[in-house]
């Protein structure tokens, strides 16, 4: 007998069976994300399906299929949607399994898996119609917003740091520096999470891409420095400039960017301070308001990136003192 822990668990069971007469013989979490969202395992006839449960007061499923089928005719591989309750925030799903990019990275896979990882990339990047795709555009609104969770949920809330008026002024400027790089980049169709735990890894048409509902329309380096500099596992210079070349190579003879590579390179370190400083806040938030503090283990990878990477740019030296002298001890206090 299948039993659910929950109410809304057991009103998913009831669709599956009663709706869609599934004869369930097995039901088991498969994953939460950072979200609301929460993720099953069913097997039906020897087949697995994934069922995703949105709680409608709390998340839309209504972007995820509208995207899953703008990557789908953009022939990169995202679960097929079998079936959708929008009412009550259910959705049948493609299976994937649980093997996810960052369980199969190391030493010796991580060139092949980020050349598929970084093609499929491309693709989606190429493929998409940006003026017809009615994604919302990552507006400086939006970026400066992703930053103040920097501000709002680490330094003042996890940190405890009060801020003196001259270094609100120096974090204002550099918010101001990085958004102004980011807008002038060159704008495609942006996943907004392309990182190793959102890319499933495959036997076949590898990567399966996941967790794609925030698409927009945004800078052209978001997503590769995402992957590439990822929160949950760290690569060398090196590697990270063998994958990013022949990756830049293909946007340029695609005519997706026009500058040259060292312009990219620089265009991608300063949007990873953005994504990075973002996250960082996103972490924290995680951990105070959503009582989810497993995250907390990630900060310290992440803030490193935002120290190593603004050391390089004279623009962003008193934002990286800022972070040596007075974030960084807060940081190792408080987590």
């Given at each position: 007998m299948i039993t659910a822990s929950d109410d809304r668990a057991k009103a998913i069971l009831q669709w599956l069976t009663n709706d869609l007469n599934l004869d369930i013989t097995q039901f088991e979490p498969a994953s939460s994300d950072a979200s609301f969202r929460r993720y099953f395992r069913v097997q039906h006839q020897q087949q697995h399906?994934?069922?995703?449960?949105?709680?409608?007061?709390?998340?839309?499923?209504?972007?995820?299929?509208?995207?899953?089928?703008?990557?789908?005719?953009?022939?990169?591989n995202v679960p097929d949607i079998i079936q959708h309750n929008n009412q009550q925030g259910f959705l049948l799903l493609e299976d994937f399994g649980s093997s996810c990019l960052l369980d199969q990275l190391n030493d010796t896979t991580v060139e092949a898996l980020y050349k598929d990882a970084l093609n499929s990339l491309f693709t989606l990047q190429n493929n998409v119609d940006i003026q017809n795709c009615d994604l919302p555009h990552y507006t400086p609104e939006l970026l400066q917003t992703e930053l103040l969770l920097f501000s709002d949920w680490f330094l003042k809330q996890q940190c405890k740091l009060t801020l003196t008026h001259a270094q609100q002024t120096i974090i204002n400027d550099s918010y101001d520096f990085l958004i102004n790089s980011a807008i002038q980049q060159a704008q495609v169709c942006v996943h907004r999470d392309y990182h190793s735990r959102n890319l499933m890894h495959l036997s076949a048409n590898n990567p399966g891409i996941i967790d794609f509902q925030d698409a927009v329309i945004g800078p052209v380096s978001y997503d590769a420095v995402s992957l590439l500099r990822d929160c949950y596992i760290s690569w060398s210079d090196a590697q990270i400039e063998s994958c990013l070349l022949p990756y830049f190579q293909q946007l340029k003879q695609a005519k997706l960017v026009a500058c040259d590579f060292d312009q990219f390179k620089r265009d991608f370190d300063l949007m990873g301070i953005q994504r990075h400083l973002k996250a960082i806040g996103i972490f924290s938030r995680l951990n105070i308001r959503d009582g989810k503090p497993a995250y907390?283990?990630?900060?310290p990878r992440t803030l490193n990136y935002v120290i190593n990477i603004s050391k390089h740019y004279p623009e962003l030296?008193?934002?990286?003192?800022?972070?040596?002298?007075?974030?960084?001890?807060?940081?190792?206090?408080?987590?």
């Amino acid at each position: 007998m299948i039993t659910a822990s929950d109410d809304r668990a057991k009103a998913i069971l009831q669709w599956l069976t009663n709706d869609l007469n599934l004869d369930i013989t097995q039901f088991e979490p498969a994953s939460s994300d950072a979200s609301f969202r929460r993720y099953f395992r069913v097997q039906h006839q020897q087949q697995h399906y994934i069922v995703m449960d949105a709680p409608p007061d709390k998340e839309d499923t209504a972007p995820f299929i509208k995207v899953a089928q703008l990557f789908a005719q953009a022939q990169v591989n995202v679960p097929d949607i079998i079936q959708h309750n929008n009412q009550q925030g259910f959705l049948l799903l493609e299976d994937f399994g649980s093997s996810c990019l960052l369980d199969q990275l190391n030493d010796t896979t991580v060139e092949a898996l980020y050349k598929d990882a970084l093609n499929s990339l491309f693709t989606l990047q190429n493929n998409v119609d940006i003026q017809n795709c009615d994604l919302p555009h990552y507006t400086p609104e939006l970026l400066q917003t992703e930053l103040l969770l920097f501000s709002d949920w680490f330094l003042k809330q996890q940190c405890k740091l009060t801020l003196t008026h001259a270094q609100q002024t120096i974090i204002n400027d550099s918010y101001d520096f990085l958004i102004n790089s980011a807008i002038q980049q060159a704008q495609v169709c942006v996943h907004r999470d392309y990182h190793s735990r959102n890319l499933m890894h495959l036997s076949a048409n590898n990567p399966g891409i996941i967790d794609f509902q925030d698409a927009v329309i945004g800078p052209v380096s978001y997503d590769a420095v995402s992957l590439l500099r990822d929160c949950y596992i760290s690569w060398s210079d090196a590697q990270i400039e063998s994958c990013l070349l022949p990756y830049f190579q293909q946007l340029k003879q695609a005519k997706l960017v026009a500058c040259d590579f060292d312009q990219f390179k620089r265009d991608f370190d300063l949007m990873g301070i953005q994504r990075h400083l973002k996250a960082i806040g996103i972490f924290s938030r995680l951990n105070i308001r959503d009582g989810k503090p497993a995250y907390l283990r990630d900060i310290p990878r992440t803030l490193n990136y935002v120290i190593n990477i603004s050391k390089h740019y004279p623009e962003l030296n008193e934002f990286h003192a800022f972070l040596v002298q007075n974030v960084l001890p807060a940081s190792k206090r408080t987590l």
